[in-house]
C-alpha cells in the first residue's frame, strides 16, 4: 500500500458529513465525547449536574435545528434523489432490524436490569445504529464514493420518523404511539408555517434573523414540554419550508451554516459529560457495536440493488461510521425516560467512538475517478 493511500484511510474517517445537510466536521466523534466525558461530572467536573440540568432546553433547540437542516436538505434531495432514498431507507430498515431483533433476543435471555420495557430498549438501539456518517467525498472522487455518500446522508431521515414513535412509546399518554407521532409532525407543520409567514414578510436581515431564532426555540421547547421529538418537529419543518414557495428554505439554510457545527459539538459533549457507567450499558456495548456492523453490511448488500455503481461490500463498509442523529436521539429519549435511559446512553455513545474505531480498518479511501 502506497503511503498517500494509507495517509488517506487514516484521514478519511476523522473528517465526516455527521448527518443529512451538514457540512463536513473534524473528528466529530473521536474527540467530543471523550472531552465531554473528561469535563463531565464523573471527571474534571467543569460541566456539573447542575449545569447538564441546564442544558435541557438548549439541547432540544439543538435537536430541532439537526432536524431542521435534515428536513431542508431530505426536501430538496426527494426531487433529485429518489432512488437513493428508497436505498437508504432500505439499508436503515435492514440495520434496524437486525439490532432491534438480536439485541432483543439477548435482552430476555441475560434479564438485564433495564428499567424500560426491553422492547422499547431494543427499537432505541435500532433506531440510533441506522444513522450513518457521510464520508467527505469531492466532485472528482470515484462514483462508488459519490453514491455512498449520498445513502449515508439519506438514511439520516427513516431513524428521526421512528425515534418520533419510540419517544412516544416512551412517555406516558392517552395518545396511541402512532397518534403522538402524528402530533408531532403537525407540531412542526404548524410552528414551520408560522415561521414561513413571519420570515417571508421580513425585509432586514437582522430581522430574518430573529424570527429564524425564534421559530428554532418553538421548534425545540414546544416538543421538550410536550415529551416529544424535537428532531422530528424540526425536519416536518424543514421539509414544509422547502415545499412551500418563497424563499424561506434558503434563508433558514443560509442562517443555519454559521451555527451547524457548534450545535454538533455541543450535542457530542453534552453526551459525553452525560455518561454514567452501568452494568447494563457494559452488557450492551458490545452486542450495539456488532450487530449495527452487520445490519450495515446487510443493509449496504441489499441497498446496493437499488445503487449501482458501487460493489455491495463497500457500500457497507462506507455506511460503518456513526451519525451524529444516533447520539442525539439517544439524549432525547434520556430527556424523556430520564434515568432509565442512562444505560441505552452509554452504550450509543461508546458505541459510536468504537464504531469510527472499526471505520479506521474497514471503510474504503475515495479514489479519484
Given amino acids: ?31 467530543f465525547i471523550p472531552l465531554g466525558i473528561l469535563l463531565g461530572p464523573s471527571a474534571m467536573g ?17 435537536l430541532a435545528t439537526l432536524g431542521v437542516v435534515i428536513g431542508i436538505a431530505a426536501g430538496r434531495e426527494v426531487r433529485a434523489a429518489g432512488r437513493l432514498l428508497a436505498a437508504a431507507t432500505i439499508e436503515a430498515g435492514i440495520t434496524i432490524a437486525v439490532v432491534v431483533g438480536a439485541v432483543l433476543i439477548l435482552l430476555q435471555n441475560w434479564m438485564l436490569p433495564l428499567e424500560i420495557p426491553f422492547l422499547l430498549a431494543a427499537l432505541a438501539l435500532g433506531v440510533c445504529a441506522s444513522a450513518s456518517a457521510a464520508p467527505p467525498v469531492d466532485v472528482g472522487d470515484e462514483r462508488a464514493a459519490q453514491i455512498a455518500g449520498r445513502v449515508a446522508d439519506l438514511d439520516d431521515v427513516l431513524p428521526i420518523v421512528l425515534g418520533g414513535v419510540v419517544l412516544a412509546m416512551a412517555r406516558p399518554s392517552e395518545l396511541s404511539s402512532l397518534a403522538s407521532t402524528a402530533l408531532t409532525t403537525g407540531l412542526g407543520l404548524a410552528i414551520g408555517l408560522c415561521g414561513w409567514l413571519l420570515v417571508e414578510r421580513a425585509e432586514v436581515v437582522a430581522e430574518r434573523a430573529v424570527f429564524v431564532l425564534g421559530t428554532l426555540a418553538m421548534l425545540g421547547g414546544a416538543p421538550a414540554y410536550m415529551g416529544l421529538s424535537p428532531l422530528l418537529t424540526g425536519m416536518a419543518a424543514g421539509v414544509f419550508w422547502v415545499a412551500a414557495p418563497g424563499r424561506c428554505d434558503a434563508i433558514v439554510a443560509r442562517e443555519l451554516r454559521k451555527v451547524q457545527h457548534p450545535i454538533v459539538v455541543l450535542v457530542l459533549i453534552t453526551a459525553g459529560a452525560s455518561l454514567q457507567l452501568t452494568t447494563a450499558g457494559i452488557w450492551l456495548l458490545a452486542p450495539y457495536v456488532i450487530f449495527r456492523s452487520a445490519g450495515k453490511i446487510l443493509g449496504g448488500w441489499t441497498a446496493s440493488r437499488l445503487a449501482p455503481g458501487i460493489a455491495p461490500s463497500d457500500l457497507g463498509a462506507y455506511l460503518i461510521p456513526p451519525g451524529v442523529i444516533g447520539i442525539a436521539f439517544a439524549l432525547n ?37
Wanted: net charge positive.
Fill in 46 to 62: 467543569v460541566i456539573s449536574h447542575g449545569a447538564l440540568a441546564h442544558l435541557d432546553i438548549v439541547i432540544s433547540i439543538a
Fill in 1 to 31: 500500500m502506497r503511503f498517500s493511500d494509507f495517509s488517506g484511510r487514516i484521514r478519511a474517517p476523522f473528517r465526516t458529513r455527521a448527518a443529512l445537510g451538514l457540512n463536513p466536521l473534524a473528528a466529530p466523534i473521536m474527540v
Fill in 333 to 369: 429519549l434520556q430527556q424523556v425516560a430520564h434515568e432509565p435511559a442512562r444505560s441505552l446512553v452509554f452504550a450509543v455513545a461508546i458505541g459510536a467512538i468504537a464504531s469510527e474505531t472499526l471505520a479506521l480498518v474497514v471503510t474504503p479511501t475515495p479514489r479519484p475517478a
